[in-house]
């Protein structure tokens, strides 16, 4: 679908790249020293072999990661403000 999408010229879907990166957060949280230890050798494979897709994923679409984490970001920060400002 996202290959097809390229070809055609269309806009990667926002909820495609938002996935992606969430999923790039939990593999290396998932990959930490100490839960790496605890697992099965099958285990400890999928998931270095997961990390290498989903890297190779974010490398396809880096530009669009860019702008999602910019706005991402600046959401953040302006969400802050807002409830640091206006205290309930």
Known sequence: ??????NVGEPIPPFFIRTVTDLETNVNDAQSKDAKKKMNATNARALTAMKQKVKKTLKDFEKEVKQYQAVRLMTNITTKFVLTSYPI
């Open 1 to 6: 679908m996202i290959q097809r999408q390229q």
